[in-house]
């Protein structure tokens, strides 16, 4: 039996602006998801460091050992503590994962978030993560890592495209945008 909730899956390379439009949903209450953060927990509960290194192997070893579908499962079991009646899950990165989620909320929005590498390698280098690209090429063999996993054939799949090359607040209002239509239709 699908879940009675709204999912909003943001989807986009490292640095795109999914961080940014997920914390548009949290200042409006609604609960947000994050895929790279199960990944994460994952690598704290085995003892990791959170390099990227890391990261990247830990993500692979649990879609090995538990399947594509390993990380989705665990948000999908996430979201039925809470609440509300829509979600968002920020970082998917598979078709399956897509198909997964539309097989399983009451109705699913794909959100894909585009920018340009240059863009993204400015932002990501703000950021400070311990796992953030060091330099172009660092960010362009992550950009390869995510593509193996198929990230960018799910980019071709988005209900919803956002490109994020300006000012924030222009994607910002286009996902509020987004947001309010979603909210207005299931309410």
């Not at 809470?82 to 989620?101: A, K, N, P, W, Y």
């Not at 590498?117 to 796992?131: A, T, V």
Request: hydrophobic share 40%.
């Amino acid at each position: 039996m699908k879940i009675d909730k709204v999912c909003i899956g943001l989807a986009g390379y490292p640095g795109s602006g999914k961080t940014l439009l997920a914390s548009e949903a949290v200042k409006r209450g609604i609960p947000v998801l994050n895929m790279g953060d199960v990944v994460r927990e994952e690598a704290l509960r085995r003892g990791l460091q959170p390099t990227r290194e890391n990261m990247t192997l830990l993500m692979w070893r649990l879609r090995s050992e538990e399947g594509p579908l390993a990380v989705a499962k665990r948000i999908l079991e996430k979201s039925r503590c809470f609440r509300e009646h829509m979600i968002v899950v920020d970082g998917l990165r598979t078709i399956d994962e897509m198909s997964f989620f539309r097989e399983n909320f009451k109705k699913f929005i794909l959100v894909v978030v585009d920018a340009s590498k240059e863009e993204r390698f400015k932002r990501l280098s703000k950021r400070g993560r311990s796992d953030d690209p060091k330099d172009i090429q660092d960010l362009e063999d992550r950009d390869r890592a995510e593509d193996a996993l198929g990230l960018s054939e799910l980019l071709k799949k988005g209900d919803k495209i956002i490109l994020n090359e300006g000012p924030p607040e222009k994607a910002l209002e286009e996902f509020k945008r987004i947001l309010e239509d979603v909210a207005r239709l299931n309410s």
